[in-house]
């Protein structure tokens, strides 16, 4: 079940870094901002949290705890991102100015900046451990772990620092996703020279 749940993470991945250098054009003035640009922003941490999960359970035996616990940090803080792009692209855009400041002073600009610090503490602590292991490429790592700190900081960085980190970001994710699918070609022919039990003698 693992080589098709690595090839599933893979394809995530790339599609992950597709999304984000989408969103990457669009705020950069590249791309127009059209219904479909801002429908399909959401989806880039949807897609990173599937890859980012292939890419725990290729590392999780060299990765140990600290690897675990950046995998459930990591995880939580781009669920919480989708929450958040899903309210700023489909909410957020149907309140009046008024209510979007009042939302962001309160309750809800909190929720966002403990979504941030969670993300980004998950995407240090699983990249450093991610290094530690051994198992992914050492620049992919850290194009990653450096893209997203500005990426998980949106709002306390200027917009181009911003897009340079989401664009790092993606090509580190791609990258370092791009060896699950050589990991699931990989398995079968590893599962291949495992024994299945003990030689019955006649």
Do not use: K, Q
Request: with cysteine; charged share 5%.
């Amino acid at each position: 079940m693992r080589s098709p749940l690595y090839r599933a993470s893979a394809v995530a991945g790339l599609g992950c870094a597709v999304l984000l250098l989408v969103n990457v054009a669009r705020r950069g003035g590249l791309l127009p901002e059209t219904t479909f640009t801002h429908s399909i922003a959401p989806l880039a941490p949807l897609a990173g949290l599937l890859a980012v999960t292939g890419l725990y359970l290729l590392v999780r035996h060299r990765a140990g705890g600290l690897g675990l616990l950046g995998y459930l940090l990591n995880a939580a803080g781009l669920a919480g991102a989708f929450a958040i792009e899903y309210a700023l692209h489909f909410v957020f855009p149907y309140l009046g100015p008024s209510a979007t400041s009042g939302l962001l002073a309160g309750g809800t600009g909190r929720a966002f900046l403990i979504t941030s610090i969670i993300l980004l503490a998950g995407v240090l602590t699983f990249g450093f451990a991610a290094l530690r292991s051994g198992s992914l490429p050492v620049v992919a790592v850290v194009l990653y772990m450096a893209g997203m700190v500005p990426g998980s900081l949106r709002s306390a960085v200027p917009l181009p620092v911003y897009l340079v980190g989401l664009a790092a970001a993606a090509i580190g994710i791609a990258w370092m996703t791009a060896g699950l699918w050589s990991a699931a070609d990989e398995a079968p022919s590893r599962a291949a020279t495992l024994p299945h039990g003990p030689t019955r003698l006649p």
